[in-house]
């Protein structure tokens, strides 16, 4: 059994810029140990219902097989957005190499509002619906029933990466975080791979396929996926109570909730230009001043 320690990296986010890819790609490495489990999102202590992993037995579980001469890392895409993550990392690793994806946050926020749905946690349908829903939301209004944290429901906070580099900074300096724009990837994904390579030190994996994992899903049965998100009123009042005992008994009636809404591949709808022209204006701000800290042109995310 390897020694106890706490992983070498984190990819840390953020959501629907990468990360699973990444995930996948580091955890074929040779000299990498990523474990099974994604996302157990451990030093999130602010997303309680979301955390997989809620003991230090338990993640340190998640590395009993781990080759003790290979760097060890771990992926939970909250950890960037968590108000709690880099601090609790920071605690028990100040040495730790962190691995920031960004996206442009209008493409990002549309794919996250997609994949929530997926995920049954959003049950309004429409992302321009869903958008303008925010300031309700925040004031605990229209959630869903199976969203297990509201927070995941404010698209714009999400997406406001200056905030969250910053909140980053505060405990590890800027040369324990790789900054990696998900535009470069997808130009160039070779390159952005030798470069996270170089930057954790490991050996080159001469990769030459780069497949995109996690890509856009929409309900198969949209008309089964809203009965289970807005159900009658009798079925919602009694579904909490039945989920407690489904767990107490290992039953798991909310995964078996999941399984019933299948999903396919889907191309979304283009988005307004009224709305995109929205949004942009919303995020310009937040990209100018991530300019301005990463010392390069994000021109790619203006129209």
């Not at 996250?112 to 869903?130: K, N, R, T, W």
């Not at 303008?132 to 997406?159: E, N, T, V, W």
């Not at 080159?204 to 309900?219: C, I, R």
Request: net charge positive; hydrophobic share 40%; aromatic share 14%.
């Amino acid at each position: 059994m390897a020694p106890i320690r706490f992983p070498d990296f984190y990819i840390i986010g953020a959501p629907k810029a990468g990360t699973t890819a990444f995930y996948r790609y580091l955890g074929e490495h040779p000299a990498v140990f990523m474990p099974d489990l994604k996302e157990p999102h451990f030093f999130a202590r602010d997303f309680w219902n979301y955390r997989q992993i809620k003991t230090q037995k338990a993640y340190f579980d998640l590395f009993r097989d781990a080759d003790e001469t290979k760097m060890w890392g771990e992926s939970s895409v909250w950890y960037l957005y968590s108000s709690a993550a880099a601090c609790e990392i920071a605690k028990v690793r100040p040495d730790a190499k962190l691995i920031v994806l960004l996206r442009n946050p209008v493409e990002a926020a549309e794919a996250m509002h997609a994949q929530q749905i997926v995920g049954l946690s959003e049950d309004i349908y429409s992302f321009e619906e869903a958008w303008r829903a925010q300031p309700d939301r925040a004031a605990g209004r229209r959630l869903p029933m199976h969203c297990p944290q509201p927070i995941m429901l404010q698209y714009g906070s999400m997406f406001s990466y200056m905030a969250q580099i910053v909140r980053v900074l505060r405990y590890f300096p800027f040369e324990q975080l790789k900054i990696v724009i998900y535009e470069d990837f997808v130009r160039d994904p070779k390159r952005v791979y030798d470069e996270i390579q170089d930057y954790l030190g490991i050996p080159k994996q001469h990769k030459t396929s780069f497949e995109f994992v996690n890509v856009s899903q929409a309900p198969r049965d949209l008309k089964l996926h809203r009965f289970i998100t807005k159900p009658p009123r009798l079925i919602r009042f009694l579904y909490r109570p039945l989920l407690f005992l489904s767990q107490a008994f290992g039953l798991h009636l909310g995964v078996l909730v999941h399984r019933l809404t299948r999903v396919r591949a889907a191309k979304r709808k283009p988005m307004s230009v009224t709305l995109r022209k929205e949004l942009e204006e919303y995020f310009e701000a937040d990209i100018a001043g991530l300019e301005k800290v990463l010392g390069r042109s994000l021109d790619d995310w203006r129209s």
